[in-house]
């Protein structure tokens, strides 16, 4: 437990999230007190010689005060027009305390396209890396204003995780208005314990995620186990605090226990396939049975057969990018599939010699390929 806070120490490409309820007092206003403090806490660090990236909530939530809304939209234009009157306010509250402690920093607004298109995906990567060479602080939000589906729940915790996969990060911090994951919810349970470590995201410690927190925020417990689900998965630890806390960022940075850090696996995932598990639209699920759960589990992996699947959920064609699920429903890989929809309802259960009988061809022997699929 302590080697694992210990290791924290030698981060130097560090993605911090910061939630809104964390910058947004209760009734809606700025907390410029926090601004303040967060901007100090990562420009000493950047002074140090890390790398810092900041990914921020709270465009919406200061639209709606700048506007003079009492509550925030409920409907996809009337957040949208929030938000483009919030981010312009909220970087410029940014870019003015940065200043005062001698950074320069740049607005990065990311929607699902750059994450979807491989080839866009690249191009992010290399703007980011520009940008932390030139010693920029780059300060990303979802493009909420030109998003075309509904502003969901936790994008911004979910993007912390994508930011660190693209830029390769080493450590990701998610300040939030709760100090970490108990074993229940701690405003219904007084038994409730705060867990310093996970080490392993199972469906009992998913279980323990609640629902979304303040009315000006949009994340849950839940979305930020998402968030260390994809983060592990690609190498980098994340950590879960309080963003209240004084010198939160630097005292994790010092092996301090804070909060509970989600220990990565030892492996980093080559560049590829962080894209695939993370930036690539998911256009269905299949099932597999115990036998090819345990396969997969076992050092290495396998290829996923027809003979492992039990069910195949949505409509997708050969190359599209599926989730992997037990019969529980826990989501245990993600990965390309040889086989369309249509031909694995017809293959499903059955041994890869009988393929070409079922269909009249055989692409593959594997529905997906060990090389095409991650681990979760």
């Known amino acids: 437990m302590v080697v694992e806070r210990k290791n924290l120490k030698k981060a130097k490409r560090i993605v911090v999230k910061v939630g809104t309820s964390t910058i947004i007092y209760k009734n809606g206003k700025m907390n410029f007190s926090q601004i303040n403090r967060l901007a100090r806490e990562i420009s000493d660090l950047q002074n140090q010689g890390r790398e810092m990236i900041l990914v921020t909530s709270g465009a919406v939530a200061v639209g709606v005060d700048r506007l003079g809304l ?14 483009a009157v919030g981010q312009g306010v909220l970087m410029h509250t940014y870019e003015k305390f940065f200043a005062e402690y001698g950074q320069i920093v740049a607005q990065v607004l990311l929607t699902k396209t750059e994450s979807l298109d491989r080839h866009r995906y690249t191009n992010s990567r290399n703007t980011f890396m520009e940008l932390l060479k030139q010693r ?8 909420d204003v030109v998003a075309l589906d509904e502003l969901k729940i936790g994008d911004n915790d979910n993007m912390s995780a994508l930011v ?37 995201i199972t469906p009992d410690i998913e279980a323990c995620a609640g629902g979304a927190g303040s009315k000006h925020g949009t994340g849950g417990m839940a979305t930020k186990l998402q968030a260390a689900k994809a983060a592990t998965s690609s190498g980098i630890n994340l950590v879960i605090a309080s963003g209240t ?8 940075l010092n092996g301090e226990e804070i909060g509970t850090l989600f220990v990565s ?24 049975d115990a036998g090819c759960v345990r396969a997969l589990h076992k050092a290495g992996g396998c290829s996923i057969l027809p003979a492992g699947i039990t069910e195949v959920n949505g409509n997708f064609e050969t190359g599209s990018t599926v989730s992997v699920k037990d ?15 249509d ?10 010699s009988d393929i070409e009988k079922l269909l009249g061809h055989k692409n593959y022997n594997e529905v997906i390929h060990r090389d095409d699929l991650v681990i979760l």
Request: aromatic content about 6%; some cysteine; proline content about 6%.
């Open 70 to 83: 009492k509550e925030k939209p409920d409907t996809i234009p009337g957040k949208q027009a929030a938000a």
């Open 136 to 143: 920029v602080i780059p300060i990303v939000n979802e493009n």
């Open 164 to 200: 660190a996969g693209i830029i390769d990060a080493d450590l990701v911090i998610i300040l939030s208005d709760v100090d970490g994951l108990y074993t229940a919810n701690p405003q219904t349970d007084p038994e409730a314990k705060l867990m310093p470590e996970v080490y392993e």
């Open 245 to 252: 806390e004084k010198d939160a960022i630097p005292n994790i």
């Open 265 to 288: 696996r030892e492996n980093r995932l080559q560049f590829r396939k962080r894209w695939l598990a993370f930036g690539a639209r998911i256009k269905g699920n299949i099932v597999i």
């Open 327 to 341: 019969d529980a429903g826990h989501e245990l890989a993600r990965g390309l599939v040889h086989y369309s929809s």
């Open 343 to 352: 031909e694995l309802e017809k293959i499903k259960g059955c041994k890869s």
